[in-house]
């Protein structure tokens, strides 16, 4: 398999995220790779790596949902903090007017920004603004000014 290493990354995402054994999640998330494999369209999808990490991301949650190992919502809801049940639409509220413009990126393509890194995410916001006509100076300053007010 030569995606081997994006198997082992979404089974160890889960096994930090969720406390369950590594190699379950392995297991599962190799199914659910052949299984990728089997069913991809090349004609239909455009990256093989995103359609089979969504498939193991699906199966591996499926598989913790049967195994009642991911908590509902409604069992920890209460142990949330009220500062981090704010709405998406507070938060956007509250950064200043020249970072929507990275904001309104990361929400239309946020399938294509959940499975990336930060960097590659940060390279592929920079490489949109400059296709809007944003100058370099400009994109600095607008995600210095996302991580003040992120912070």
Not at 25 to 36: D, M
Request: with cysteine; charged share 30%; hydrophobic share 40%.
């Amino acid at each position: 398999m030569k995606d081997i290493n994006l198997i082992r990354k979404i089974a160890w995402t889960f096994q930090v995220k969720y406390n369950v054994e590594f190699e379950e999640l392995f297991c599962e998330a190799s199914l659910a790779y052949c299984e990728a494999l089997q069913s991809f369209d090349p004609l239909k999808n455009s990256k093989f790596s995103y359609y089979a990490y969504k498939r193991m991301e699906w199966r591996l949650l499926d598989f913790l949902n049967m195994e009642n190992k991911i908590e509902t919502v409604e069992d920890t809801y209460e142990e949330v903090p009220a500062t981090i049940r704010t709405p998406f639409e507070e938060l956007l509220q509250s950064l200043p007017t020249e970072v929507l413009p990275i904001v309104k990126i990361v929400t239309e393509n946020k399938d294509r920004f959940e499975i990336m890194s930060p960097t590659s995410s940060r390279h592929e916001i920079t490489e949109a603004l400059r296709q809007q006509g944003w100058s370099w100076p400009v994109i600095q300053d607008t995600f210095r000014a996302l991580k003040l007010a992120l912070n």
